[in-house]
């Protein structure tokens, strides 16, 4: 958002510049590939907007030129969209995205899937706060924010529980397995296969799937990791 007195032609340059993102957006979505609808897409800017503005005085992110931040998280956290879309089905789920930071990917799935029930929490007071003004003025009724470790968190179950660059593997079940639902999964985002975290995970986790993905333009590797409770 640009401040009042901006002047008239600065105010065109931005706009301009802002509709070139938002049309990057959609285009890299489309590789992944996942078609954002238009409030979608609206939603989406209006987040990265948030998180520029924010970043200027609460350092959300080491990232803070506008198109680094669509590549390097908008986009990176699209791609996980379509997976985990397959694995919810059409049902509701609870979603709790651990270690949020700036609301990635928790803000992405909440903006995405109005059906789904999205908590963040994060350890850190000015990112949970960021991410609970993001859903004020979002309007996203389904997505929540606290300010915790998760090891005492105390809502939940969920059905899925994800993760960005929160922890390692072991690590990241143990803190979270208490809210976990019956039935639910841990999805952990990483960059290349993590072989030495797998190795470490306890025989109570069942490793069911690592998925790789393909994000546009990154250049860089990057896999899901499914994980459930063993039986």
Request: proline content about 7%.
């Amino acid at each position: 958002m640009l401040p009042p007195d901006t002047p008239v032609g600065a105010r065109a340059d931005a706009t301009a510049s802002a509709g070139g993102l938002q049309q990057q957006l959609e285009a890299l979505a489309i590789r992944i590939p996942l078609t954002l609808a238009m409030r979608e897409s609206d939603l989406l800017m209006q987040y990265l907007a948030l998180l520029q503005r924010w970043n200027a005085t609460y350092n959300l992110t080491a990232v803070r030129a506008p198109a680094q931040m669509l590549t390097l998280h908008l986009v990176d956290c699209l791609a996980v969209v379509p997976a985990l879309r397959r694995h919810a089905g059409s049902g509701p789920q609870r979603v709790l995205d651990v270690g949020s930071g700036g609301g990635l990917p928790g803000v992405v799935l909440a903006a995405l899937n109005p059906a789904w029930d999205v908590t963040c929490v994060d350890s850190v007071g000015k990112k949970a706060a960021f991410i609970q003004q993001a859903a004020v003025e979002m309007r996203l009724a389904n997505l929540h924010s606290h300010h915790s470790r998760v090891e005492q968190l105390k809502v939940g179950p969920f059905d899925l529980v994800t993760s960005r660059a929160f922890a390692s593997l072991p690590d990241f079940v143990t803190l979270t397995r208490a809210n976990l639902s019956p039935g639910g999964a841990w999805v952990a985002m990483k960059a290349k296969r993590p072989e030495a975290e797998l190795a470490a995970l306890p025989a109570s986790v069942d490793v069911f799937h690592v998925e790789q993905l393909d994000v546009p333009e990154l250049g860089a590797e990057r896999c899901l990791v499914w994980m459930r409770p063993s039986l």
